[in-house]
């Protein structure tokens, strides 16, 4: 009796050793702790971080400090992002030690790691998981991306996102059936979906936080410093001049609501129409697929000059995305009507 007392005594603790630790157990520094608050939270749609959705933790490491605040994708399913440009040395110290910590704390998940020149891209999620369609992420698709994207200036943009795990939105629904635009689309170029869709490049990325933003008239990506009624934007699109955030007036019409606007300055015509048609094709890519769209073509009432107008129009017509292209001159707006 008492062999077999001290026998089960020591099956118990070896048994206990080999028990899965808790995982806050295994974060004993502060950003680890913080990004498994921000995995907690996805479980409950962010409801911790409150009503506002204002409550979230920084995730900062390594001494570089990401900034962090809730957005959603064009599905309406809420993600938390984080984003720092830093140098190429901290931007990967940052990545490293994030991927680390994530791996640490969801062992049982699937990375799905690539690394396209200088660039770093992280697809993670249960082992089953699908990377998620452009318009939003829905059931069965992984939940969390990390990227690092190599900058012209030599600098890193570190990303970090965790979508909900119980937004309602996350049930996709088959769209609604498209329908014909009154005006007849002309030379509207044919688009080639991308075959790539494990990562989202720098573009990419920007156009969805604009475009993320619409839902509350830019409000998150406003800076402080305004002109009248026109603010500078926190986001800027690859290769633009200038990008701000304004009012908008619909034409012939009292309606008004706020756009997003980006201006590119070519050095000729040609140049000019080939970005207008790259940006048709990078957005229409990007956009939901019950949008429809539609190409037109005008002169300038005052000078006369020739202006190629493509239209992206949501159902209802609330939102719209408008592409144009003058001369050398290719803008972008987004806008959101009251």
Known sequence: MRLNKTAVQAISVLCFCFLPLPALAQCTDQPCQNLQNILDAAVTDFRPYGADKTGGPELSTNGVKLVCQMRAWANNVSMYMCYAQVSQQDGRNAYSSILDALKRLKPAWRFQVSSPDDDHFVRAGPPDCENPPNDGPYIGDCPLQL??????????????????????????????????????ATNVPKVVPRTSSNDCDDFCLSFKMAFAAR????????TTQTNGETSDAAVKLEGAKDCVVKKAARPAS???GTE???HWLDTSGPAAETRFRDLISRVQALLP????????????????????????????????VRIYVSGDAVGLHITTWN
């Open 289 to 320: 697929s019950d949008w429809t769209t539609r190409q037109e073509n005008e002169s300038d009432e005052d000078t006369g000059a020739k202006i190629t107008k493509w239209f992206a129009i949501e159902p209802g017509g609330k939102h719209d």
């Open 254 to 256: 009292n309606e008004v």
């Open 215 to 222: 839902v509350n008239s830019f409000d998150d990506i406003r």
């Open 260 to 262: 997003f606007v980006c």
């Open 147 to 184: 990227q690092t994207v190599k900058q012209k200036d030599g600098t890193v943009r570190l990303h970090f996102w965790m979508n909900s795990l119980s937004s309602p939105y996350l049930v996709k629904h088959p769209p609604a059936p498209k329908t014909v635009p009154k005006t007849v």
